[in-house]
């Protein structure tokens, strides 16, 4: 876990005074920072690339000690830059996974998930019990569909949010959660590379499953004019990149890392979270079970890997 990509994750400067702002100065900051992004969000979607995820995160450090001096703001800077190269690497790599020869794979996960479904893979089971008749992506939302999208949609924002509030509060934390944050991506890339695979609404398409398999992932926002997410989230990351599930195991790393970290006895109910993306995973023919399940071995992996890597480096 010591070469490759998680050395880009340095340890920042330790003695950095931290600088004081007034609680009615962060207020105004904050509040303005949050208008600005929920218009942002309106008019342009939710920011999912690297550099405006990365630029979204950095204003609101600069919103949270708005009092201090430039020079500190640009230590945001110096320490980001090095993971979020990397984070770029992984992003367009995994767009050309799917030109490097290699066949796509459709006839595992839907022998597997039909094993596990009794004859039907739970796509198609969750789709016909909750999408309605017909199940398209047009089709009017249902109140479970605003909460699945909008735990879906987390996927793009949470990991880098959790990093940019430990960089605020403790340095030495948000090394050790880059490290786990860049290793799990990565780790799914070398997967990708190794074994493309088609997940379920791709399938459907190419006949692998029964048409009524649809991608509906961005028809839980439909109601809020935002129905256009599917059209977007197509354009997104690389199609055939479905095994791993990232978004399964983005979420159960970040609810077993809080499990270890935290001490409070609501850290369980955490485990919620990628239980719900799992959910919305399936349900939305965006992955198969075996994908969420290869995803949660991977992030145990990374948390289990890293951790014995930090501490053979400390004995």
């Known amino acids: 876990m010591g070469a490759g990509p998680t050395e880009a994750v340095r340890t920042p400067v330790s003695d950095r005074a931290v600088p004081v702002t007034r609680p009615w100065a962060r207020t105004s900051a904050l509040t303005a920072y949050a208008v600005l992004f929920l218009l942002w969000s309106e008019v342009l979607g939710i920011p999912r690339g690297t550099i405006q995820v990365f630029a ?22 110096r320490d980001w830059w090095p993971p979020v190269v990397g984070l770029l690497v992984y992003f367009y790599s995994r767009g050309l996974t799917d030109n490097l020869g290699l066949g796509v794979h459709f006839s595992m996960p839907v022998s597997v998930d039909t094993w596990l479904g009794g004859g039907v893979t739970p796509t198609q089971r969750l789709q016909d019990a909750w999408c309605g008749t017909p199940c398209l992506p047009t089709s009017p939302p249902r109140w479970y569909d605003v909460a699945l999208t909008t735990v879906y949609m987390s996927h793009f924002l949470a990991g880098l949010t959790i990093a940019a509030v430990l960089w605020v509060r403790n340095r030495v934390e948000w090394v050790r959660w880059m490290r786990r944050y860049i290793t799990i991506n990565f780790g799914a890339l070398c997967v990708y590379i190794l074994y493309p695979m088609a997940p379920p609404w791709m399938a459907a398409k190419e006949g692998h ?59 369980w109910l955490l485990l919620a979270y990628p239980v719900a993306m799992s959910t919305a995973l399936v349900y939305y023919g965006e992955h198969y079970v075996v994908d969420v399940l290869a995803g949660c071995v991977l992030a145990v992996l990374v948390l289990v890997g890293c951790k014995v890597w930090e501490d053979a480096r400390e004995t």
Do not use: K
């Not at 979204?56 to 800077?77: D, I, K, M, Q, S």
């Open 209 to 267: 499953l029964p048409g009524g398999v649809h991608q509906i992932t961005g028809r839980g926002w439909a109601g809020f004019g935002l129905g256009h997410l599917d059209v977007t989230l197509q354009g997104v990351g690389n199609p055939v990149a479905a095994m791993p599930s990232l978004h399964a195991g983005m979420t159960f790393l970040i609810a077993l890392y809080a499990v270890q970290r935290l001490r409070s006895a609501c850290r």
């Open 56 to 77: 979204w995160l950095w204003l609101g450090t600069v919103a949270w000690h708005v009092e201090a001096e430039p020079r500190y703001h640009l230590n945001f800077l």
